[in-house]
């Protein structure tokens, strides 16, 4: 509860402060205010160009982000099982690492059309953290609890659900936890490069080019919230998810 | 009777085994008894396959059917009590009510039917062998492996699950090896007893029908076993 109290005291600081800087400063085209970048936004909301540029920016977000996940998942459990797959896989991986996100979206933009763009750097960039996590969490399953399964005959496709997966899940959260948050700033970066024809990185090059500063931190906002609102959904179906609502209740019962 | 011929296991140089045979009799309970490395688990873990890099010119142990109850309860975190049990068991042919009451039936002999909605990190050490115990049970089985099943325990516990692990035993007398360093431990659980040592390992004493000595005869195997066992420091 203290806590509480305090997180929400710090996020009303910051505020404060950003509110501050933007009455000393008082030049709405440079910084505008906390008031001013709420007002924006919700008069943005009455405009149904606003959720249409919404609705193509999270679905590239999410569509990107489940396709990574898939990706991800059935490679990263080959890589964890068979150590020359993860030799043969190892240096697309690092190139994905560290090539520079831009670098992507260029090419991205070259080899596919302005819409499809953002949606395919989206896939590559959330691929790495998630598969590194899988092959993690494979090869840290117990090796005493694949020796018992050995000993008790279990068929390889049981000891896959119930041994493996039940190690990679807490791996696999972290991984997806990570390239959601990368989605959202992925994303809207390709799309402020490519340029499509709906989304929300579109609407942000636009306020630009309009030198409406405001917007532009508006759409941040947005984006912010949306990142934020997303994560913690993602949370709730983790928890809810590690164990059963009747003995979730207390942790330790004996 | 089951028997196993000039076994050989090594490490690179460090033979484990050479030429080791023993014989295991069916339907008891067989104590294998030594000081830690003696090759007690090692010989287990070959027993039952977990490992294969070993030589042997003959064994009855290939075939068979095992369940093992380790030094710890190697319980799966993320599955129910009554999850881990049904893991080990193979339902192609059995129906869904047969598995229901083949795993209520192994909880309660062991007290545990109460906890199957639990996981196991809401159980004490105790109870968590107890599940292991009715994990080993629940299936069909030839032989029975067990390898210091009640190290971590307290006395108490320790004694409570003793009784219970040999009233469960009684009901269908299956082939039991039982790898303890403790020798009270092997003196009232077993029917024979192979103390092992030396290195490579061989079998240094046999001890036959320990369960129907009286008290004096068993007070004189213990002192015998014992001087075998201080021999090998």
Same mark, same amino acid.
């Given at each position: ?11 009303? =600081? ?17 910084? *505008? ?22 609705? %193509? ?5 999410? /569509?990107?982000?489940? $396709? ?58 959330? !691929?790495?953290?998630? %598969? ?32 493996? =997966? ?39 090059? #636009? ?35 590690? +164990? ?11 | ?66 369940? +093992? ?12 009590? +009554?999850?881990?049990?049904? !893991? ?8 869904? #009510?047969? /598995? ?19 996981? *196991? %990190? ?14 080993? !049970? ?14 971590? =325990? ?38 024979? $007893? ?16 320990? +369960? ?19 021999? #090998?420091?």
């Amino acid at each position: 509860m203290k806590q509480r109290f305090l997180k929400a005291a710090a996020i009303i =600081l910051w505020l404060l402060i950003w509110q501050i800087l933007a009455m000393i400063i008082n030049k709405e085209l440079l910084l *505008p205010s906390p008031y001013i970048t709420i007002k924006t936004l919700i008069s943005k909301m009455s405009e149904s160009s606003f959720y249409i540029a919404l609705l %193509y920016s999270l679905f590239r977000i999410i /569509i990107g982000f489940l $396709i990574a996940v898939v990706f991800a998942f059935i490679l990263g459990v080959i890589s964890g099982l068979s150590k020359n797959a993860e030799i043969l896989l190892s240096p697309l991986i690092t190139v994905i690492r560290s090539t520079p996100v831009m670098s992507f979206i260029i090419l991205a933009i070259i080899w596919f059309s302005y819409n499809l763009a953002p949606l395919a750097v989206n896939i590559i960039m959330c !691929f790495p953290p998630i %598969y590194d996590n899988v092959v993690k969490g494979i090869t840290n399953t117990d090796r005493k609890l694949l020796d018992m399964a050995k000993v008790y005959d279990i068929r390889p496709l049981k000891i896959f659900k119930g041994i493996y =997966l039940g190690s990679v899940k807490p791996f696999l959260a972290a991984g997806m936890n990570t390239a959601l948050g990368l989605a959202f700033r992925v994303a809207v970066a390709a799309e402020v490069l490519a340029n499509p024809k709906y989304g929300i990185g579109t609407k942000l090059l #636009q306020a630009k080019y309009n030198l409406e500063t405001a917007e532009v931190f508006a759409w941040t906002f947005m984006i912010l919230l949306l990142s934020y609102l997303f994560e913690y959904i993602f949370k709730i179906i983790i928890e809810s998810r590690r +164990y059963n609502a009747q003995t979730r209740k207390s942790d330790k019962v004996i | 009777m089951l028997r196993l011929e000039n076994l050989t296991k090594s490490y690179n140089d460090n033979y484990i085994f050479k030429d080791f045979s023993m014989v295991i009799e069916k339907n008891r309970i067989t104590c294998l008894l030594g000081k830690s490395g003696s090759g007690k688990t090692t010989l287990l873990n070959v027993l039952s396959s977990i490992t294969d890099e070993f030589k042997v010119k003959y064994s009855d142990f290939e075939k068979l059917r095992y369940s +093992y109850i380790f030094q710890e309860p190697r319980l799966l975190e993320w599955y129910t009590v +009554y999850k881990n049990l049904q !893991f080990v068991l193979d339902n192609t042919h059995m129906s869904k #009510q047969a /598995i229901h009451e083949k795993i209520m039936d192994s909880l309660k002999m062991v007290e545990m039917e109460k906890y199957a909605d639990y996981y *196991p %990190y809401q159980l004490s050490g105790g109870m968590a062998q107890r599940v292991s115990i009715a994990r080993a !049970f629940v299936k069909d089985f030839d032989v029975l492996l067990m390898d210091e099943p009640f190290k971590g =325990l307290d006395p108490t516990q320790k004694e409570d699950i003793t009784d219970r692990f040999l009233k469960m035993w009684r009901e269908n007398r299956k082939t039991v090896i039982y790898v303890t360093h403790d020798l009270d431990e092997a003196l009232y659980m077993a029917y024979d $007893i192979h103390v092992l040592g030396e290195h490579p390992t061989k079998i240094l004493y046999t001890s036959r029908n320990a +369960y129907k000595m009286n008290d004096t005869e068993r007070e004189n195997e213990r002192d015998k076993i014992w001087q075998i066992l201080r021999s #090998q420091i």
